[in-house]
């Protein structure tokens, strides 16, 4: 008797998502939440994975007893979270790092300058809730740094803030960027944030900020550079 072969239903197609993650695997790239996979997706795909979380998330609000069919306040809103999450809050996973146009340093300035307070917003991986803070970066170029536009720290910032981030992570990831595309002697990021998982949940405390920093280089080594420029971070609260 002929060995009977099950075939895939015509026109069967696998999850965008699992061909994004099965290119992934077989490159042996790292998928964490806060990890960026822009270089992954082909033409299309993104509107592709909208549609996929829209129908899972429908199973979400399903499962929480949520009739999606007959109420008027959440017919739409699966959509609505796939394009929040895709579009905006996450987008720093599925989109490109935003160009960082570098002029060199024609003056061989030496001088720390500051960039700051800019505002992050973020989500924490754990319980994708909101995170809500500030940051500042210090800058101690050489001769050989390039230099970016004060838009630029802003717009990378928010690249790699707007994905599922840990707080430690998020400016560790920030710094090496910069590290990377400045050259600086010396790289300072800090951090302050409200966690909107303090507040919503768990001790329901909505007072704590979490405040940390990156030191590297120069100030790392120099304590009179480090303690200047936390100084000066006390002049704008």
């Known amino acids: 008797m002929d060995d009977v072969v099950e075939k895939k239903p015509t026109g069967t197609l696998n999850p965008v998502s699992e061909e994004i993650r099965s290119r992934l695997v077989r490159a042996k790239k790292r998928f964490h939440a806060n990890d960026n ?92 809730c909101p995170i809500m803070g500030r940051l500042w970066i210090g800058v101690m170029p050489n001769e050989h740094s390039s230099l970016i536009g004060l838009s630029k720290y802003s717009r990378l910032a928010e690249w790699i803030m ?4 840990i707080q430690e992570e998020a400016i560790t990831q920030l710094a090496d960027i910069l590290m990377d595309k400045v050259r600086p002697d010396g ?40 303690s200047e420029f936390l100084s000066l971070l006390n002049l704008r609260t």
């Open 37 to 128: 996979i822009s270089d992954f997706l082909e033409p299309g795909e993104i509107d592709q994975l909208l549609d996929e979380v829209e129908e899972k998330f429908k199973d979400v609000l399903r499962s929480l007893v949520i009739d999606v069919e007959n109420d008027h306040n959440t017919s739409d809103t699966a959509r609505r979270v796939a394009k929040m999450y895709v579009n905006e809050v996450f987008k720093g996973r599925y989109y490109e790092q935003p160009p960082l146009t570098e002029f060199p340093n024609a003056e061989s300035l030496n001088e720390l300058m500051i960039v700051g307070p800019t505002k992050v917003r973020s989500a924490c991986s754990h319980h994708f």
């Open 162 to 165: 707007t994905r599922p981030q």
């Open 187 to 226: 790289l300072a990021v800090v951090m302050e944030a409200d966690h909107f998982c303090m507040h919503w949940r768990g001790v329901k405390d909505d007072g704590a900020m979490m405040v940390n920093s990156v030191m590297r280089g120069s100030f790392l080594r120099d304590h009179i550079l480090r």
